[in-house]
């Protein structure tokens, strides 16, 4: 082999490493502009955010069996006339309607009740409309009870109102106008109008608090990791 045909074939050997140093250089640049480039998740709704911590942390989460679904727990905060934070007295009672429109008493059992009336102490009220130790009653209908059982007395409890009936009458919670919903100290939500929730594992008084805050800048959004 002569001289000129070694030094071309180191010539050429020299060229193809600087050409494979390149591409590889070239390779490892464009890596990290195309992971910059991808789109940012889709950010997710309180709802999803709640459902899969509950699902991780083994808690319940339930969406009622009515198709009325047009009201929002956010929209009930941030509309509420007052945010009752009391507890349970007594046991509930039960009621049904007549034909009439009417509502009768009837048995806790009866496969005939309606809607069951809870008797609340209120032990504070964030917009400031009812006393500490004032009594107030909250009806909830069969359709949008969440509980397989009725909370206990003595069950703390939080009540956001939209409305209600100053003479005492049965109906915080009738007809189609959602007016409130019921979270126990273990945190299930009972009832909000015609859309109802079920959780475990919510402190009462961390989600009253996280309702005030919601309600005091109708621009936030209820947070649920924090609360689970």
């Known amino acids: ?45 309180w709802e999803q955010t709640m459902e899969e911590a509950g699902s991780a942390a083994g808690y319940g989460w339930k969406l009622p069996q009515t198709v009325d679904t047009f009201y929002s727990v956010e929209d009930a905060v941030k509309d509420a006339e007052a945010i009752v934070y009391g507890r349970i007295v007594g046991e509930p ?19 005939q009740a309606d809607c069951f009336q809870y008797s609340v102490e209120v032990l504070a009220d964030g917009l400031g409309h009812f006393s500490p130790g004032e009594k107030i009653s909250v009806s909830v209908r069969t359709s949008h009870l969440m509980e397989t059982s009725h909370p206990a007395a003595g069950t703390e409890i939080i009540v956001p109102l939209l409305s209600w009936e100053e003479d005492g009458k049965l109906g915080m919670l009738m007809g189609d106008v959602p007016t409130c919903f019921l979270v126990t100290d273990s945190g299930h939500i009972l009832s909000i109008g015609n859309q109802g929730y079920l959780f475990s594992g919510l402190g009462a008084n961390a989600l009253w608090e996280e309702m ?17």
């Open 93 to 111: 009672s039960a009621w049904e309607e007549t034909e009439d429109g009417s509502y009768l008493p009837c048995d806790l059992s009866s496969a």
């Open 212 to 228: 005030l805050r919601c309600h005091e800048d109708p621009s936030q959004e209820m947070v649920g990791n924090p609360l689970l």
């Open 1 to 45: 082999m002569t001289a000129k045909s070694r030094s071309k074939k180191i010539i050429l050997a020299c060229l193809a490493c600087i050409l494979a140093t390149v591409f590889l250089a070239m390779a490892g640049c464009s890596a990290p502009q195309e992971a910059a480039q991808l789109p940012d998740p889709e950010p997710q709704t």
